[in-house]
């Protein structure tokens, strides 16, 4: 049973920065890929970034794309969302998941980001 913990959320202003953290455990996680989502208040969970397996292979949301970065450490079992030119609109509880054929199995507790005007 695959287990992720997502750390590193919190309160930060209008263009600062936060680096999330996803910890996995159990099961083999360097064979799937891996995957950031959120939800804002009173809306649905939207899709955020993804990174393939080996890493090499990547995707954004539109709306993150230039000032998000994904990425993993295998051998740790992490994975990274280094957030940069950060917006109100960024305010969501963000979360990873996994999971085989490119589906989202498992999903982590979430972690709070709220930015501040």
């Known amino acids: ?25 159990g099961g083999t996680i360097g064979r799937y890929g891996m995957g950031w989502f959120r939800q804002a208040p009173g809306k649905e969970r939207e899709f955020v970034a993804r990174i393939s397996s080996s ?16 990425s993993r450490d295998n ?6 969302l280094q957030m940069n030119s950060l917006k109100p609109q960024d305010t969501a509880v963000y979360y990873c998941a996994t999971g085989a054929g490119g589906g989202y199995d498992y999903w982590g507790q979430g972690t709070q980001v709220t930015v501040s005007s």
């Not at 997502?6 to 680096?19: D, I």
């Not at 051998?75 to 990274?80: N, Q, R």
């Open 55 to 70: 890493g090499v292979v990547l995707r954004y949301a539109d709306s993150v794309k230039g000032r998000f970065t994904i």
């Open 75 to 80: 051998a740790k079992k992490t994975v990274y």
């Open 1 to 25: 049973q695959v287990q992720l913990v997502e750390s590193g959320g919190g309160l930060v202003q209008a263009g600062g920065s936060l680096r999330l953290s996803c910890a996995a455990s």
